[in-house]
């Protein structure tokens, strides 16, 4: 650090431990109009030159505690005094020893006692001088090096007595001002920087001048000539005088302007989206994080938001080629933007979901005309090169009002209301409400309760046997899983499938149901063998079937079970045929390469369309129990059941009525040729071991179970309905002339 020179400064310092001689150079010196300090004690000296920075120090070399060599020694060894002059005074007539070793120490001159005042003046008037000069050429040594520090960077000055700046030539170059053009006022400078950067400028300059930091290092705008703004990288430092007052500030600034741009250029990047340059999920969710902080502080606030999903739009991507999808996604974020307000935000979270907030809701009727005005705009035919495209979208809609926990929570309600918008179809939409709310919180108790269930074998396998009608034996069990709830007790798969498949943990029942199934039928194998080997049946989510892998784990299963794939069928539903994907049909027939059987549940209640059944390699129809129900007299029923039977024989596919409840069912069933009955007629679902007795009866011809266990099979059974069934109806089926049964698949 160096010191700036003052013009007019005449400090000088005197130490003498001689009292008479301390006063008579004092009064000397003040004669001749310099300011004169003196201390009686080379230490005491030393202290006042750093605190008072004289330009000279006169000293006598022997002094009894710091001599004046010592004291020249301290004095050139402080960096702060590199430019004061220093005479030493020797009392002792030719004592050269001391002129030398003085002058080695750093001492400028030196003057023999008792001497000529005039001489002692002339002395004292050129090393002042000296100083002086030597003190402005260091001042211009530093610029100097701040300088050479990079030949591309302004330098400027400032200083904070006389309030005024000096800027290099390069300084106002870089701004494109002329050499005469910049103000040396401060507020001038200050004037030129970015409003927004100003008072952080301001605030870090202020806190380094009151002693924060090595020095100061700021990035802000400035505003150059031609009225642009370049970014600047500003460095300084305040120089201080002896009590720490800051004097002056010196530094530089340095144009990072390309760097800042790659920096922004990055920042937006991680923030928004690639396809279509909206923002994406992370910055929707700062902003979503900003509004939900918002409303909370100022109860008015409120604020909505939307969740698009475009409908089929896997089918546009998988007909037309990604990059149709693509441009169609860019179309839909323009129209999104073009519809919305200023303030509101448009993110695509990524695929074709998008999400909207919408901020300044006074009603909930704004958000939802909203969604109407977003439903209209993307309406319109998109004209991207190819054929005309038409989209909707089915939108969810949460509103803050509602009271959510924080931007997370709102979110999956917009996700979720959007979820049931699609299941009304294309085109729709719903606001999360508190129906949907306690469907969510029941949702996530049961993921939780099911975690659990999981890990402590909670599920057991239930078996309901499935007869041949034309035997009267039984053919096969359908596999039907329970949950033993360490608090509820028996769960039926009605309470806890549906919502397994919303949350995926279905995946994992029914691969440890097709395990527990194909072990238990190898078991009953052995027991029985032969032709009377029942078949077993397992359930199958759609979502299971959506595993590309499933037939490697079929076959896995079958490989460690021992179980033959002749003996599996697996039960899918029409939904899992609706499935467009590739993916499905090769697992389909992957299975039936296997030799597994495919059978359709629940036939008739879906979309039944007969295309599918062709297309697919289906062995066996289930006619639902609805129908079966309906059977009789007058009932309509009858007329299904028996089309459903027809066509399945039509198809080479075997039928199996479901919820045979009543002799006459049964009789109508194998007048219609039905091959296989299973209901609460012949047994609810047992459990394992009553199954195992089941097989091995052998007198479980048709409705005639021996006596004991045709009462297990109806109490065993954990499904209200099976106790609604009389017994008298269990009885009284004829034989059935035996008749092969099939193994395998028909197709
Ligand atoms: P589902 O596949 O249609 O299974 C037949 C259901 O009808 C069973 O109910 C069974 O107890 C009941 N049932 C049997 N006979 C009669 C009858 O005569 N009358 C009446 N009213 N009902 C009868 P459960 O065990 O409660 O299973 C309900 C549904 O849960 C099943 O319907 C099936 O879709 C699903 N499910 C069961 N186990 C599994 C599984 O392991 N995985 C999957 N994904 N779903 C399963
Ligand atoms: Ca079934
Ligand atoms: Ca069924």
């Not at 008072?199 to 806190?207: C, P, Q, S």
């Not at 052995?526 to 080997?533: A, K, P």
């Not at 003996?567 to 539903?573: C, W």
Request: glycine share 10%; charged share 25%.
């Amino acid at each position: 650090m160096y010191r700036m020179t003052q013009e007019g400064d005449t400090t000088v310092l005197v130490v003498d431990d001689t009292p008479d001689r301390l006063d008579f150079i004092e009064v000397l010196l003040r004669q001749a109009g310099y300011r004169v300090l003196t201390s009686g004690d080379g230490g005491e000296g030393l202290e006042v030159a750093r605190r008072e920075r004289p330009l000279l120090v006169i000293s006598d070399v022997s002094m009894p505690r710091v001599s004046g060599i010592e004291l020249c020694r301290s004095l050139r060894a402080d960096a702060e005094l590199s430019s004061v002059s220093i005479l030493l005074v020797s009392a002792l007539r030719r004592d050269d020893a001391s002129a030398v070793e003085g002058l080695r120490a750093g001492a400028d001159d030196y003057l023999e006692a008792p001497f000529d005042p005039m001489r002692l003046v002339a002395k004292a008037a050129r090393l002042v001088e000296r100083a002086r000069l030597e003190a402005v050429l260091r001042e211009s040594e530093e610029r100097y090096a701040l300088a050479a520090r990079g030949a591309n960077d302004g330098l400027w000055d400032w200083d904070l007595r006389s309030g005024e700046v000096y800027y290099s030539a390069r300084w106002k170059e870089m701004l494109g001002l002329s050499a005469d053009e910049a103000d040396a006022s401060p507020e001038a400078w200050l004037a030129r920087v970015h409003p927004e950067d100003v008072d952080n400028l301001k605030g870090e300059i202020r806190a380094h001048i009151e002693g924060a930091g090595t020095h100061l290092e700021v990035e802000h705008r400035v505003l150059n000539a031609e009225g642009d703004y370049l970014w600047m990288l500003c460095r300084g430092a305040v120089v201080r005088e002896g009590e720490g007052r800051a004097t002056r500030m010196a530094g530089s600034m340095t144009d990072v302007t390309r760097r800042k741009c790659v920096e922004e250029q990055l920042l937006h990047d991680a923030f928004h989206d690639a396809l279509t340059g909206l923002p994406n999920r992370a910055l929707f969710m700062d902003r979503l994080g900003h509004a939900t902080e918002r409303a909370k502080r100022q109860g008015e606030c409120q604020f909505a938001v939307l969740f698009l999903d475009l409908d089929r739009f896997k089918n546009i991507n998988d007909s037309l080629g990604h990059d149709a999808g693509d441009r169609l996604l860019v179309e839909v974020g323009r129209r999104l933007e073009g519809c919305l307000r200023a303030g509101d935000t448009v993110a695509r979270l990524g695929g074709d979901e998008f999400t909207v907030l919408l901020e300044g809701i006074e009603d909930p009727s704004d958000a939802v005309r909203m969604a109407e005005r977003i439903q209209k705009c993307l309406a319109a035919a998109c004209h991207l090169g190819g054929p005309e495209l038409f989209v909707s979208a089915s939108v969810g809609v949460a509103l803050s009002a509602f009271g959510f926990d924080g931007p997370e929570e709102i979110l999956r309600a917009a996700n979720t209301a959007m979820h049931r918008a699609k299941g009304h179809g294309r085109g729709c939409q719903q606001v999360f409400d508190s129906a949907m709310h306690s469907h969510t919180v029941k949702l996530l108790r049961l993921e939780t309760d099911m975690r659990s269930a999981d890990a402590r074998d909670e599920y057991e396998t239930h078996y309901q046997p499935i007869m041949s009608l034309v035997t009267g034996r039984v053919a096969g069990f359908e596999a039907l899983v329970r949950w033993r709830h360490p608090v509820r007790g028996l769960v039926l798969p009605g309470e806890f499938i549906p919502l397994s498949e919303e949350t995926g943990a279905v995946i994992r029942i029914d691969r440890w149901v097709l395990r527990e199934a194909c072990r238990q039928a190898r078991v009953w194998h052995e027991r029985v063998g032969g032709d009377s080997r029942p078949m077993v049946n397992v359930n199958l989510s759609a979502r299971s079937f959506l595993q590309p892998d499933l037939a490697d784990y079929v076959e896995g299963i079958l490989g460690e079970t021992a179980l033959g794939a002749g003996d599996l069928n697996l039960e899918i539903t029409e939904s899992v045929l609706l499935e467009e994907a590739d993916s499905v049909k090769s697992v389909l027939f992957k299975l039936r390469d296997l030799g597994v059987g495919l059978h359709l549940d629940d036939f008739g209640t879906g979309y039944s369309s007969l295309s599918y059944l062709r297309r697919f390699p289906i062995s066996a129809l289930k006619v639902d129990r609805s129908f079966v129900a309906g059977m009789g007299p007058g009932g309509e029923g009858s007329e299904i059941t028996r089309a459903v039977i027809a066509l399945a024989h039509s198809l080479g596919m075997e039928a199996v009525a479901e919820g045979v409840e009543a002799p006459h069912q049964l009789e109508l069933l194998r007048g219609l040729g039905c091959q296989y009955g299973q209901g609460f007629y012949f047994s609810a679902p047992v459990d394992a071991s009553m199954a195992c007795e089941m097989v091995r009866s052998a007198a479980c011809v048709c409705g005639t179970w021996p006596k004991e266990l045709a009462a297990k099979a109806s109490s065993v059974s954990t499904t209200s309905a099976a106790a609604k069934v009389p017994k008298r109806t269990r009885t009284g089926v004829g034989a059935v002339s035996p008749r092969s049964r099939r193994r395998g698949q028909t197709t």
